[in-house]
């Protein structure tokens, strides 16, 4: 068996698990996104799980990759480097829109950070666009959960007049 040959059946035989693995990867990250922003030592446990992650076109982990370093910014005690690793999340998570512009799972995520996040940041143009957008499609969503979530976390942000 030559090189090419045995590389593309070691290929063949770790996609899976590394696709598994990034599966695993996405629902953590979907589970914690709240906690990541309220408590340091989970933010940290999250950074250090997509520390190797390879989310290079895959506009999900992407998205979740840019609101895991945004909230280590958070707990960043230094305002530079708040505001660098702040500024590197939003690169990612914008990235992850361009790439997947119909995510609504990507404009929801989008979307509660920007409503949390200070104004001084910046990191408010898109609010009107994107709240707009999962108006229009969440009803094609297929999670009941995901769409409860959207619905409560938007009527509770317009209750706290975020939105």
């Known amino acids: 068996m030559n090189h090419g040959t045995l590389r593309l059946l070691l290929a ?9 693995a990034q599966d695993d990867l996405l629902n953590e990250a979907r ?3 709240v906690s990541i922003f309220q408590d340091e030592q ?10 190797g992650a390879d989310v290079k076109g895959r ?4 998205g979740y990759k840019g609101a895991v370093v945004m909230a280590k910014g958070r707990h960043s005690i230094n305002p530079f480097e708040k505001l660098s690793t702040f500024n590197e999340g939003r690169a990612l998570l914008d990235s992850a829109i361009v790439l997947d512009p119909k ?10 950070i920007q409503v949390n996040v200070p104004r001084i940041l910046g990191y408010s143009g898109q609010i009107a666009a994107d709240r707009a ?9 297929k999670s009941d959960d995901f769409r409860q979530r959207v619905t409560t976390f938007i009527a509770k942000a317009e209750e706290q007049g975020k939105l």
Do not use: G
């Open 59 to 62: 506009p999900l982990l992407m």
């Open 31 to 33: 589970r914690s996104v």
């Open 133 to 141: 957008f999962i108006d229009r499609n969440l009803a094609a969503v």
């Open 42 to 51: 989970a933010s940290i446990a999250m950074n250090a799980r997509f520390a």
């Open 103 to 112: 995510s609504v799972e990507l404009r929801f995520l989008r979307l509660s």
């Open 12 to 20: 063949f035989l770790f996609l899976p698990l590394a696709l598994m």
